[in-house]
């Protein structure tokens, strides 16, 4: 992992945006303070690449790509049997 400062990231950001095409991170700093980071696109996920309106929501950072790229969902992983759920709803309800 690299740092730079603001204005010689300015003067050569061609070269320190190959170097974080190559796969290396690059911490961008303002007065000695860490404000930004250039980081290693992610290639795995080619949908989002693919869907522009996707690519920007990641970019701005309100959502994040999946964690795994498989098509099959997970196994559903129930917290407690049936009958345990009938008994605590009847007894939530009693009151009413």
């Known amino acids: 992992m690299r740092a730079v400062g603001i204005k010689e990231l300015k003067n050569k950001l061609s070269e320190y945006v190959r170097i974080a095409a190559s796969g290396e991170s690059v911490l961008v700093t303002d007065r000695g303070r860490v404000v930004a980071q250039l ?10 690449l693919a869907d522009p309106k ?43």
């Open 54 to 96: 996707l690519a920007e929501a990641v970019r701005e950072g309100w959502m994040t790509p999946p964690a795994s790229t498989k098509k099959t969902v997970p196994p559903r992983k129930p917290i407690m049997r049936w009958e345990e759920l009938e008994r605590d709803l009847a007894f939530s309800r009693e009151d009413r």
């Open 39 to 48: 980081t290693p696109t992610q290639m795995n996920h080619p949908a989002l």
